[in-house]
């Protein structure tokens, strides 16, 4: 779209989410909720609060046309200096923020922070989320990235996922989605971005509370001697079949390379850390050198495993 339909169509968006108040913004600040902390804005940024609350998005999508992205933790998306064309969908924790316990079963709205979800399983004494603690994200992203860590990932102990479709001939339907039908793979799932989780139930094993808890001091342990803090995303890359990204970012002599204000980490060759007030497209342009590089070197394509938002596609070659 051009920047004045992109204007209007978004004025038409924002009209529609007039009744939910304040919580719905025009030309809202997206890649300062995203942990790299770069980044621009979305044409319209809206908290859902409620069911009714899905039915005006439904809506807004619908009167505007315009694409939607569900922003979780932001910890595995890079958005655009430029922005993020759309609408932006962020989840009201005090909605969607609960976890109850009912025997083996752990029901959690999307927006439970995973550490949170995996101390509060251990609490419950179960046991299947303990790695969740090292993940940073929220349970509606994980479910859409299927993600994992130490030996684990979600689909091993998902039952299903409660999903609202934003656009299509189901558009605004709350329903439950088994978990065989989400198409879990590494770091992947057949959720679209016009498909917002709302919340995600769990079975789970019988577990002790005291050794959960020192499984989750173990990981919290490796996470902070492994892994760089500051601004970045995790993992940029896909690990290739029967590879490492991080091995072969290494390997080709790739740590510490820097572009503008994004540096490949010392500390972990597969994370990008940008600096304090730093650009996204920085980032983006190491991301697609260090693929460049690897490729050179060992004839193997880097996919990126952070979702790139608001960049334009890359043109054939
Ligand atoms: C330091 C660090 C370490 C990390 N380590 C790991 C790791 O070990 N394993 C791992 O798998 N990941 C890791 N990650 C990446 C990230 O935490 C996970 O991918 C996490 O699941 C993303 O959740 P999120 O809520 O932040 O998603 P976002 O970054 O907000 O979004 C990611 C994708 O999910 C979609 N999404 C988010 N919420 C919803 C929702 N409610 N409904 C539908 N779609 C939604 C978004 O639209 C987007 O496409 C790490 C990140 C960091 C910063």
């Given at each position: 779209?051009?920047?004045?339909?992109?204007?209007?169509?978004?004025?038409?968006?924002?009209?529609?989410?007039?009744?939910?108040?304040?919580?719905?913004?025009?030309?809202?600040?997206?890649?300062?909720?995203?942990?790299?902390?770069?980044?621009?804005?979305?044409?319209?940024?809206?908290?859902?609060?409620?069911?009714?609350?899905?039915?005006?998005?439904?809506?807004?999508?619908?009167?505007?046309?315009?694409?939607?992205?569900?922003?979780?933790?932001?910890?595995?998306?890079?958005?655009?200096?430029?922005?993020?064309?759309?609408?932006?969908?962020?989840?009201?924790?005090?909605?969607?923020?609960?976890?109850?316990?009912?025997?083996?079963?752990?029901?959690?709205?999307?927006?439970?922070?995973?550490?949170?979800?995996?101390?509060?399983?251990?609490?419950?004494?179960?046991?299947?989320?303990?790695?969740?603690?090292?993940?940073?994200?929220?349970?509606?992203?994980?479910?859409?990235?299927n993600a994992g860590g130490h030996g684990s990932e979600i689909s091993?102990?998902?039952?299903?996922?409660?999903?609202?479709?934003?656009?299509?001939?189901?558009?605004?339907?709350?329903?439950?989605?088994?978990?065989?039908?989400?198409?879990?793979?590494?770091?992947?799932?057949?959720?679209?971005?016009?498909?917002?989780?709302?919340?995600?139930?769990?079975?789970?094993?019988?577990?002790?509370?005291?050794?959960?808890?020192?499984?989750?001091?173990?990981?919290?342990?490796?996470?902070?001697?492994?892994?760089?803090?500051?601004?970045?995303?995790?993992?940029?890359?896909?690990?290739?079949?029967?590879?490492?990204?991080?091995?072969?970012?290494?390997?080709?002599?790739?740590?510490?390379?820097?572009?503008?204000?994004?540096?490949?980490?010392?500390?972990?060759?597969?994370?990008?850390?940008?600096d304090d007030g730093g650009s996204a497209d920085d980032v983006a342009?190491?991301?697609?050198?260090?693929?460049?590089?690897?490729?050179?070197?060992?004839?193997?394509?880097?996919?990126?495993?952070?979702?790139?938002?608001?960049?334009?596609?890359?043109?054939?070659?």
């Amino acid at each position: 779209m051009r920047n004045a339909e992109l204007r209007s169509a978004a004025r038409r968006a924002f009209d529609v989410l007039a009744p939910l108040g304040d919580r719905a913004v025009l030309g809202g600040s997206i890649g300062a909720l995203s942990t790299y902390r770069v980044g621009g804005s979305a044409e319209v940024v809206v908290t859902v609060a409620s069911d009714s609350d899905l039915l005006k998005l439904v809506e807004a999508v619908e009167a505007s046309g315009l694409p939607t992205l569900v922003v979780g933790r932001g910890s595995n998306m890079l958005v655009a200096d430029g922005g993020f064309g759309g609408i932006a969908v962020l989840l009201d924790s005090s909605v969607f923020g609960l976890v109850e316990v009912d025997g083996a079963r752990l029901c959690a709205g999307a927006a439970v922070a995973l550490p949170a979800l995996a101390r509060r399983s251990v609490e419950a004494g179960l046991t299947g989320l303990e790695w969740a603690v090292g993940v940073p994200g929220s349970v509606g992203g994980a479910v859409r990235m299927n993600a994992g860590g130490h030996g684990s990932e979600i689909s091993q102990t998902l039952e299903a996922a409660t999903v609202c479709d934003l656009t299509g001939p189901q558009a605004g339907q709350v329903r439950e989605i088994k978990v065989d039908r989400l198409a879990l793979s590494y770091r992947s799932s057949a959720l679209t971005d016009s498909q917002l989780v709302t919340a995600a139930r769990f079975g789970l094993g019988p577990g002790d509370p005291r050794e959960g808890r020192s499984v989750i001091a173990g990981i919290v342990r490796w996470r902070r001697e492994n892994q760089p803090g500051g601004q970045n995303a995790g993992s940029v890359f896909k690990n290739p079949p029967g590879d490492s990204a991080g091995r072969l970012i290494d390997l080709a002599g790739l740590k510490g390379l820097r572009i503008g204000t994004a540096t490949v980490s010392a500390k972990h060759a597969n994370f990008i850390q940008a600096d304090d007030g730093g650009s996204a497209d920085d980032v983006a342009a190491l991301i697609a050198l260090v693929q460049r590089c690897v490729h050179e070197r060992f004839s193997i394509d880097l996919h990126p495993e952070v979702k790139m938002i608001g960049f334009l596609p890359e043109a054939p070659s």
